[in-house]
């Protein structure tokens, strides 16, 4: 069955260093989303994106946050300057049009700013 | 805000039936209601969705009111790893964001 998948599981960083979360759709879906989990706290959206463009963000997703599609299977959310209220984890999810908005999601990553 | 309302916790015998109920007294015409699970801080996991008909998979069964204002979610024989946080969650078909709230968190006791 297919799956979303996402890289690194596990990220450590420095308070004020880039980083680059990484995630691989199911292959034929269209739709692609980024949620974040703070420890103990509600899964929140970030940011969903369709045909290269941004649908729609969140207050969250600041100028801080970018998200890009850099080919045709990589899905990638970046944080410029990392802050230590960004340690979360982060989940990628995507989906079909037409598919009544079943989104799939992937394992997540977990960043740490130290 | 969510738009639903979950209790925040119950308790399953394994072997029995897990009834999970979900509140959207506000939903409208268009929106489906979805069950999601996340178990331990992993990905959330699609488990089924509904219109206004009732729905089985071979996960779980959804039991939808006439009026939609409240939904049901059923795992006939709830096993151990079925012990995860439920999550109820209405959104129409357009491409939009999921809404989580709280949701239920299922423990599954021996």
């Known amino acids: 069955e297919p799956e979303v998948t996402q890289t690194p599981s596990h990220q450590v960083t420095q308070m004020g260093q880039e980083v680059i979360l990484r995630c691989v759709p199911i292959?034929?879906?269209?739709?692609f989303y980024w949620y974040r989990q703070i420890l103990g706290q509600k899964v929140e959206f970030l940011v969903s994106f369709y045909n290269n463009e941004i649908s729609e963000k969140s207050e969250i997703f600041d100028d801080q946050f970018s998200v890009e599609r850099p080919d045709g299977s990589n899905f990638t959310l970046k944080i410029r300057s990392t802050k230590l209220e960004d340690s979360a984890m982060y989940f990628c999810a995507s989906t079909h049009p037409g598919s009544q908005e079943t989104q799939y999601f992937g394992p997540g990553t977990r960043l740490l700013v130290l | 805000d969510a738009k639903t309302t979950q209790p925040t916790s119950m308790d399953c015998a394994e072997g029995r039936a897990a009834n999970l109920p979900c509140n959207h007294s506000t939903i409208s015409g268009n929106e489906y209601v979805y069950w999601y699970r996340q178990i331990h801080s992993q990905g959330p996991q699609y488990i089924i969705h509904?219109?206004?008909n009732n729905e089985t998979n071979e996960m779980a069964s959804l039991i939808i009111t006439e009026d939609r204002k409240s939904s049901t979610l059923i795992l006939p024989h709830a096993t151990l790893r079925d012990t995860a946080v439920y999550y109820c969650?209405?959104?129409?078909?357009?491409?939009?964001?999921?809404?989580f709230g709280q949701g239920t968190e299922l423990s599954v006791k021996p």
């Open positions: 969650i209405v959104i129409d078909n357009q491409g939009g964001k999921l809404i």
């Open positions: 509904g219109l206004k």
């Open positions: 292959s034929n879906h269209l739709y």
